[in-house]
């Protein structure tokens, strides 16, 4: 009978995958004024997509377009985020933390659990979000990484990300989620390399470094995949490291 219902869930989630690319697809982007978050606004509307985009400060989104519209929220009020969330297809996260020994970060965590707590609210599924490589230990770990910058200036980011992380694997088995782990970001455009895309903390033997814009089309390229739904994924470039 588990079995049975599994697979119930599995077609019927292919067939809202199938039904959401036969039309406009409609995205909400938190996160959306950092540099991830405005490659995810242009890389949508390139692709037709309506783009509503949640900001403190409207005034960062220097992108002009008749698909998106820009509102000015509290990402860390559910109410706020569920009101603009309404008809969407699905919700994609680029928030981002400031790095630092003595900065507090829970924006990963808080913006997580309002965007659940909105999604819920207004039936949208489907939740890409970013953190990044090693929120948990791993033996492939770059040196860097874990013993570097991992417990110093990114410690308090990286603890929020696992809190985020965990909080979707523990307490939203309803929600259709994919959290996409890549290393170290880089502003270059993309080469056309293939992206490898693995289960867990990290990969091993690739490059320490993935460009956002990469990364960026592996988040709507999975919208309607069930590739990774309700997975944590690492990113990395096809290249081994020379």
Excluded at 23 to 30: F, G, Q, R, S, W
Excluded at 94 to 101: F, L, N, Q, V
Excluded at 122 to 148: E, Q, S
Excluded at 195 to 218: L, M, P, T, Y
Aim: proline residues 4%; contains cysteine; glycine residues 6%.
């Amino acid at each position: 009978m588990h079995k049975a219902m599994n697979s119930l869930k599995s077609v019927y989630l292919a067939m809202q995958i199938k039904a959401a690319s036969l039309t406009t697809m409609k995205v909400l982007v938190i996160g959306a004024t950092g540099q991830s978050g405005l490659l995810i606004i242009s890389e949508a509307l390139a692709r037709g997509y309506e783009v509503i985009a949640l900001v403190r400060c409207p005034e960062k989104i220097n992108i002009m377009h008749e698909k998106l519209k820009v509102v000015q929220v509290d990402v860390l009020k559910s109410e706020e985020i569920a009101e603009n969330l309404k008809g969407c297809d699905a919700v994609l996260s680029a928030i981002g933390g400031r790095p630092g020994i003595m900065t507090p970060c829970d924006i990963y965590s808080k913006s997580g659990e309002a965007v659940v707590k909105a999604m819920r609210e207004t039936g949208v599924k489907r939740f890409i979000a970013i953190t990044a490589w090693g929120t948990k230990d791993d033996p492939d770990l770059p040196f860097v990484w874990k013993w570097v910058l991992k417990p110093s200036f990114l410690r308090n980011i990286v603890k929020d990300m696992e809190i985020f992380e965990d909080y979707l694997l523990k307490e939203c088995s309803d929600i259709n989620y994919t959290v996409v782990k890549p290393p170290r970001l880089t502003n270059e455009p993309s080469n056309g390399e293939k992206i490898i895309a693995k289960e867990g903390q990290c990969i091993a033997n690739v490059s320490n470094a993935i460009s956002r814009q990469d990364v960026v089309r592996f988040m709507l390229d999975n919208i309607t995949s069930q590739d990774y739904v309700k997975k944590l994924v690492s990113v990395a470039m096809s290249s081994e490291k020379k």
